[in-house]
């Protein structure tokens, strides 16, 4: 199948995705999983907080997961039914929306199942260990007028909602640059589970920490500013020198369509915890927070107040939370939560990233 074009996506609207007959009924939910499949738990989680969810259906062919997932869908747990085929699933329950998260290398296959049944789909990121077959899934989710989205799930933290409201309200202006940096331990690294984990191996996983991690600030980034990345130069290089086979660390130099330029550092350096931060620069102020710290900004813009000014969030993380239910509602008919188009974009961004440190040279974003 040829890659999906960018026009052809964006001609979609939420009303050509979604069913007319979506927001009539209960909506149908699917797990696709297996064993080390991520953040299992908090899909589940989320959706034990949904409304609008008829059934809960899971397909694990190991049978591994069906404990945990009963044990986090709350009031949904009662009525989960459990298969070990993943067709089987999709014939019999006939979900809605179903939930990919798989290794890397068997999410495309998995993903144009649930589409060729007329299902939406979230999946977990990395997509795919190469561009060209997600490309292929993006086309058919295109053809077949159903979305996939993938679990970025940043798009949901406080900080990160409130910088979209004040970027969107222009206080801003034309954005000129942007620094953005995903730090995490490095301690990981050093024990075996890890070592032995599929995705600490390139075949596997398709990529390391830009590809974990680093996407998500990649999604943040084009979610706040709604502005494609054009040209990507990338340094990606495993610097602790643990034994895996994927980057630890990656250097990325971003140019976008409107002419900004940014800057995204993300890697496992340091003994626990995390370093986290994204800083815009605009023509007219500023805002730089940690999605989970305080937000601070400010503007020279007429309708903005004087003086620096901060938002905060008290809580734990709701980000999974808040991202269940927008997709939940999606399904139902509203505004997708991710578009095809958005999940494409991002993964080629992060592809050219490698395709750059693997041949010392800048690459253009289709």
């Known amino acids: 199948m040829p890659a999906t074009t960018r026009r052809h996506l964006l001609r979609l609207t939420p009303a050509a995705v979604l069913s007319a007959s979506a927001a009539a009924k209960p909506l149908n939910i699917g797990i696709v999983t297996e064993p080390g499949g991520t953040h299992l738990d908090l899909f589940a989680k989320g959706l034990a907080k949904c409304s609008g969810i008829g059934s809960v259906s899971l397909a694990d062919a190991s049978g591994k997961s069906t404990d945990a997932v009963r044990a986090s869908l709350g009031p949904l747990a009662a009525g989960l039914r459990t298969f070990t085929s993943h067709r089987q699933m999709l014939q019999t329950a006939k979900p809605d929306l179903v939930i990919v998260t798989v290794e890397a290398r068997h999410n495309p296959a998995l993903?144009?199942?649930?589409?060729?049944?007329?299902?939406?789909?979230?999946?977990?990121?990395?997509?795919?260990?190469?561009?060209?077959?997600?490309?292929?899934?993006?086309?058919?989710?295109?053809?077949?007028?159903?979305?996939?989205?993938m679990a970025m799930a940043t798009r949901g933290n406080p900080a990160v909602r409130e910088a979209k409201r004040l970027i969107d309200r222009g206080l801003f202006g034309k954005i000129y640059g942007v620094s953005m940096s995903w730090i995490g331990d490095h301690t990981r690294l050093t024990t075996r589970a890890w070592q032995e984990a599929w995705y600490s191996h390139k075949e596997k996983a398709g990529g390391g920490k830009l590809a974990f991690h680093g996407v998500h600030y990649i999604d943040l980034i084009h979610y706040l500013t709604g502005d494609r990345m054009v040209r990507v130069s990338a340094m990606?290089?495993?610097?602790?020198?643990?034994?895996?086979?994927?980057?630890?660390?990656?250097?990325?130099?971003?140019?976008?369509?409107?002419?900004?330029?940014?800057?995204?550092?993300?890697?496992?350096?340091?003994?626990?915890?995390?370093?986290?931060?994204?800083?815009?620069?605009?023509?007219?102020?500023?805002?730089?927070?940690?999605?989970?710290?305080?937000?601070?900004?400010?503007?020279?813009?007429?309708?903005?107040?004087?003086?620096?000014?901060?938002?905060?969030?008290?809580?734990?993380?709701?980000?999974?939370?808040?991202?269940?239910?927008?997709?939940?509602?999606?399904?139902?008919?509203?505004?997708?939560?991710?578009?095809?188009a958005e999940s494409l974009h991002v993964t080629r961004v992060v592809f050219a990233g490698y395709r750059s440190s693997e041949t010392g040279q800048a690459q253009t974003v289709a």
């Open 111 to 149: 993903v144009a199942d649930a589409l060729n049944a007329n299902a939406h789909v979230l999946c977990e990121k990395p997509p795919c260990v190469r561009i060209a077959d997600f490309e292929s899934v993006a086309a058919l989710a295109a053809s077949r007028r159903r979305m996939l989205m």
């Open 236 to 340: 990606c290089r495993n610097v602790g020198e643990q034994p895996i086979d994927v980057e630890d660390a990656a250097v990325v130099a971003l140019q976008f369509g409107r002419g900004a330029v940014g800057t995204l550092n993300t890697g496992y350096y340091m003994d626990k915890g995390f370093s986290n931060f994204v800083h815009i620069w605009g023509e007219t102020g500023w805002l730089r927070f940690d999605p989970l710290a305080p937000l601070r900004w400010h503007s020279t813009h007429p309708d903005a107040p004087k003086g620096e000014q901060s938002f905060s969030y008290e809580g734990p993380d709701p980000a999974y939370d808040v991202m269940m239910a927008d997709i939940v509602k999606s399904v139902a008919g509203g505004a997708p939560f991710m578009t095809t």
